[in-house]
């Protein structure tokens, strides 16, 4: 099998939710345990475009890390570090914004989304926040970006920024795949027509105690609009896919078929199956979270391992662009 240089990386926002984990953190634990070059990060630089406060900013980038180490990244086979620790990707990220076009930026969804989520603070950084997302991509060079769906149109934005770099200054950058399986989404709980986010009762938090698992399942959405297939109970059957057994997904699929299915007894076996699935994780969480000088410091030489490569990547970036 061919290495691939893989790069990703997760925003420092509160607990993470099962669609976090299996669009995203799941895949980053396979593609370094089948040994690929892996670079794996917390964005807090783009924590700072939605309304925060530097307590819980903080609090929220240790929880992601003990999240990233109990789910299975080892710092000894990926490296794995804090965005800001990397001074360089601001940098890159500035070169960028002069290389996109506004309207460019203006046409990607998740700033139409954000904009109009918080009226009140529609600030630059949520405009450029994929000229920083391309600069965490590129710095590495990598092969494959693995992600949810809804960050596909980031990664693709990053292969158009590769592409006008090197026809401008001539060939630097490989041009990112999104990823080599299909991307995923996981739908809210209480919406199913939106995606799962880290607010409210919508989102299944990978820290859920069997009990909270269980309430939130039990107030899933499962009715459907004018006889439609319902996208709340599809959304049971992803989830029941990634957590179940295949011998409940051929029942549950069954009766379905049969129209005798129990959306009660659908949730009681999932909630199930996803507390189960994260106890192992949920103990060696807590446990983490109670040595923050150790996660300090397994970040600060993941920040070592990454910034020889970034320093590397941006000396040869400006020799081709000019800065001295
Ligand atoms: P973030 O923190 O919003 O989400 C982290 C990852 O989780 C995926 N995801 C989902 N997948 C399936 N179903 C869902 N409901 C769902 N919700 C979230 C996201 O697609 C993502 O893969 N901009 C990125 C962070 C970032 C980044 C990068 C990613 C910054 N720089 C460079 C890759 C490469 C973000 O906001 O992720």
């Given at each position: 099998m061919e290495k691939q240089t893989i790069v990703s990386g997760i925003r420092a926002s509160g607990s993470l939710h099962v669609g976090n984990y299996l669009g995203a953190l799941k895949q980053f634990v396979e593609l370094q345990n089948q040994g690929h070059h892996c670079y794996f990060f917390i964005a807090d630089l783009h924590g700072l475009t939605t309304p925060f406060e530097p307590k819980k900013l903080s609090k929220d980038t240790l929880d992601v890390a003990a999240t990233y180490l109990a789910a299975g990244i080892d710092p000894k086979k990926s490296v794995f570090f804090?965005?800001?620790?990397?001074l360089e990707h601001a940098t890159l990220a500035w070169i960028f914004n002069c290389l996109l076009p506004l309207s460019e930026l203006e046409r990607m969804t998740q700033y139409k989304d954000k904009a109009k989520q918080h009226k009140e603070n529609i600030n630059a950084g949520l405009l450029t926040y994929p000229a920083l997302m391309a600069a965490d991509i590129l710095m590495y060079k990598p092969t494959a970006v693995p992600v949810g769906e809804d960050q596909v149109q980031h990664v693709e934005l990053a292969r158009v920024v590769a592409r006008k770099f090197n026809h401008k200054?001539?060939?630097?950058f490989p041009e990112p795949h999104t990823f080599l399986r299909k991307p995923l989404r996981i739908m809210s709980l209480s919406d199913p027509a939106k995606k799962m986010s880290k607010t409210g009762d919508e989102a299944l938090l990978l820290d859920d105690e069997p009990k909270e698992i269980s309430r939130k399942l039990k107030k899933a959405v499962t009715a459907s609009e004018s006889?439609?297939?319902s996208a709340g109970v599809e959304n049971l059957f992803l989830l029941l896919e990634h957590f179940g057994k295949q011998e409940q997904i051929a029942y549950f699929r069954d009766a379905q078929r049969n129209n005798s299915l129990k959306f009660s007894e659908l949730k009681e076996t999932l909630a199930k199956e996803v507390a189960g699935y994260f106890a192992e994780f949920r103990a060696q969480k807590k446990a983490l979270l109670e040595q923050p000088e150790y996660l300090a410091e397994i970040l600060g030489e993941g920040a070592r391992k990454a910034r020889t490569v970034a320093q590397s990547t941006l000396q040869e970036i400006k020799h081709r662009i000019g800065l001295l």
């Open positions: 804090l965005q800001n620790h990397i200054f001539g060939k630097t006889g439609k297939a």
